[in-house]
T-cell receptor, first 111, second 113 residues
Framework: DAKTTQPPSMDCAEGRAANLPCNHS???????VYWYRQIHSQGPQYIIH???NNETNEMASLIITEDRKSSTLILPHATLRDTAVYYC????????????FGPGTRLSVLP | DTAVSQTPKYLVTQMGNDKSIKCEQN?????MYWYKQDSKKFLKIMFS???????INETVPNRFSPKSPDKAHLNLHINSLELGDSAVYFC????????????FGPGTRLLVL
């Protein structure tokens, strides 16, 4: 079972920031937070990951709370092409560790 | 160049048939995976291979068998196809088994009639 809880759906206006929340209240100290997305009919795409510090790359920013029980993925200027299902996953790095995908959040970017 | 490729993209077949789906990665990765995404859109891992050794084998029917001729390829062979096997199958790869970033292929849409 997935160890994360995400809202099933969200809307965002094009050009605005999209803030996608994720709860992982049972996260362990050695578990990373990963975000992937799946655009309709395509394979999942890696976005970003972090352990406890905030992270930023060319796609998004990841904000992890100090207690690590929740995080927020931020797409700073959402475009129509960001419409997708976003998955938040916690995972220990190492041998034999699976990714467990939950239902994710369906983000709709509206014109 | 496509990093992770799968063939065929679509596969329609009759119950009871045997079919294979091929996957190739040109990333030089050591680990490859097969996932199944069913009609409810849940994505579940089926197998992973690291240096030609099966290291994760989730509770999938033994009609499904992964075959890896070399570390760039992981094919999925399915015997005696059933209606419930209809799904989208994704191949993925990662630099190593412990690496968290996986790169997914475009998927193979299997429909069993």
């Amino acid at each position: 079972d997935a160890k994360t809880t995400q809202p099933p759906s969200m809307d965002c206006a094009e050009g605005r920031a999209a803030n996608l929340p994720c709860n992982h209240s049972t996260i362990s100290g050695n578990e990373y937070v990963y975000w992937y997305r799946q655009i309709h009919s395509q394979g999942p795409q890696y976005i970003i990951h972090g352990l406890k510090n905030n992270e930023t790359n060319e796609m998004a920013s990841l904000i992890i709370t100090e207690d690590r029980k929740s995080s927020t993925l931020i797409l700073p200027h959402a475009t129509l092409r960001d419409t997708a299902v976003y998955y938040c996953i916690v995972r220990v790095a190492g041998y034999g560790q699976n990714f467990v995908f939950g239902p994710g959040t369906r983000l709709s970017v509206l014109p | 160049d496509t990093a992770v490729s799968q063939t065929p993209k679509y596969l329609v077949t009759q119950m009871g048939n045997d079919k294979s789906i091929k996957c190739e990665q040109n990333l030089g990765h050591d680990t490859m995976y097969w996932y199944k995404q069913d009609s409810k859109k849940f994505l579940k891992i089926m197998f992973s291979y690291n240096n030609k050794e099966l290291i994760i084998n989730e509770t999938v029917p033994n009609r499904f068998s992964p075959k890896s001729p070399d570390k760039a390829h992981l094919n999925l062979h399915i015997n005696s196809l059933e209606l419930g096997d209809s799904a989208v199958y994704f191949c993925a790869s990662s630099l190593s088994e412990g690496a968290g970033t996986q790169y997914f292929g475009p998927g193979t849409r299997l429909l069993v009639l």
